[in-house]
């Protein structure tokens, strides 16, 4: 509705006028499983339409007892800069010397100045660069990569966003919420069972359950002889995997 509500109908995608909006969901920072996904949204370069891309981990609940819904960002710096949100401070930083670094070298970076403290998207060169498939890398392995999202960033000549929240959050009805989570955590039990057995589950999971079976139990068998053989990579890739790591409160852990 932001986009709808703010953005000039003329403005074009790097207009500063279009907005980068990056938003939390109601039940992040709460016990409940998997709440953890921060949209990302704007008006891509790619479509000239809205473009909405999702990522995991800890940025969105971090964000969330950091005492913010959303981050809204307008205009275009003139030169490299990062958002640095404390709780109820914020500021906008010279991101210069972050100029040209990959992301995992950008975290690291901004780790190091903020004494290790924050949860932090950001872009690498691809972004800088304006080059269109740029994605918004969170973590290892986690990033909004759909429709230009980093791409906008990159325009708007922000390296970053690094937030560090402490405040809590206030739940109206704690106990019923709990058992809550304890049902969905017995439902989600079985499929992490079958997940930890075989990371090629996995791949399973989407085209079974996902865009080629409709969530039923109809799939072509060509898209299974594919499955059953993707499996059997899985075994063969979990003998080196050293360890399972997820997003913010999800049993799931598909990460390796």
């Not at 008006?43 to 964000?63: A, D, I, K, R, V």
């Not at 959303?70 to 800069?81: A, C, E, T, Y």
């Not at 989570?181 to 057995?197: A, F, M, N, Q």
Request: charged share 25%; aromatic share 8%.
């Amino acid at each position: 509705n932001l986009l709808w509500d703010i953005v000039p109908t003329e403005s074009y995608p790097f207009s500063p006028e279009n907005l980068l909006v990056f938003s939390t969901g109601l039940l992040h920072g709460t016990p409940v499983p998997g709440a953890n996904r921060t949209a990302v949204n704007t008006f891509s370069p790619q479509t000239n339409l809205h473009s909405h891309s999702l990522m995991g981990g800890y940025f969105g609940p971090e964000l969330k007892h950091a005492g913010y819904d959303k981050v809204v960002l307008r205009g275009k710096s003139p030169d490299l800069v990062y958002v640095w949100i404390d709780n109820d401070r914020v500021e906008i930083r010279d991101a210069r010397h972050l100029w040209g670094k990959n992301t995992r070298e950008t975290q690291l970076i901004i780790r190091q100045e903020l004494n290790d403290k924050a949860q932090i998207l950001c872009i690498g060169q691809a972004g800088e660069n304006k080059v269109y498939p740029a994605s918004i890398e969170h973590d290892l392995g986690v990033s909004a990569s759909r429709r230009g999202g980093g791409l906008v960033m990159g325009d708007k000549n922000l390296k970053a966003i690094a937030v560090h929240g402490t405040k809590d959050i206030n739940v109206a009805k704690p106990s019923q919420l709990h058992e809550l989570c304890e049902r969905i955590l017995k439902r989600v039990g079985p499929w992490r069972e079958r997940w930890d057995k075989n990371p090629g589950f996995e791949l399973k999971l989407h085209l079974h359950q996902g865009g080629f079976g409709n969530f039923s139990d109809r799939v072509h068998p060509e898209v299974m002889d594919k499955v059953h053989h993707w499996e059997s990579i899985g075994r063969e890739f979990k003998k080196g995997m050293m360890r399972r790591v997820g997003c913010h409160n999800c049993g799931m852990m598909c990460r390796q």
